[in-house]
Nanobody
Framework: QVQLVESGGGLVQPGGSLRLSCAAS????????MSWYRQAPGKERELVAT????????NYPDSVKGRFTISRDNVQNTLYLQMNNLKPEDTAVYYC?????????????WGQGTQVTVSS
């Protein structure tokens, strides 16, 4: 059974950092493309990072490029999102999901997500 469990969110001040984790079961993280999305209150879900299966190429929108880093641990079968220099506009619920190489197409169900709040 495919399952994704996000964790690591919390309250952080502007300029701070967080590392989100996405523990996967039922499939091998390194064998598929994976993405992180986020959804802020009243807004549509937004793609924030993608990592491809072979080669591990990564891609980010301009809004997070240079601040966020997606990675994976093949031993732990876990996906990560390192977020640095956080801004109030990064406040959202963050989700991981299997995706196409561009991240535009998602496969499977959303998990419960993890809340990130950036506020002083």
């Amino acid at each position: 059974q495919v399952q994704l469990v996000e964790s690591g969110g919390g309250l952080v001040q502007p300029g701070g950092s967080l590392r989100l984790s996405c523990a996967a079961s039922g499939f091998i993280v390194s064998s598929v493309h994976m993405s992180w999305y986020r959804q802020a209150p009243g807004k549509e879900r937004e793609l924030v990072a993608t990592i491809t299966s072979s080669g591990g190429s990564t891609n980010y929108p301009d809004s997070v490029k240079g601040r966020f880093t997606i990675s994976r641990d093949n031993v732990q079968n876990t996906l990560y999102l390192q977020m640095n220099n956080l801004k109030p506009e990064d406040t959202a619920v963050y989700y991981c999901i299997r995706s196409s190489s561009s991240g535009a197409t998602r496969f499977g169900s959303w998990g419960q997500g993890t809340q990130v709040t950036v506020s002083s």
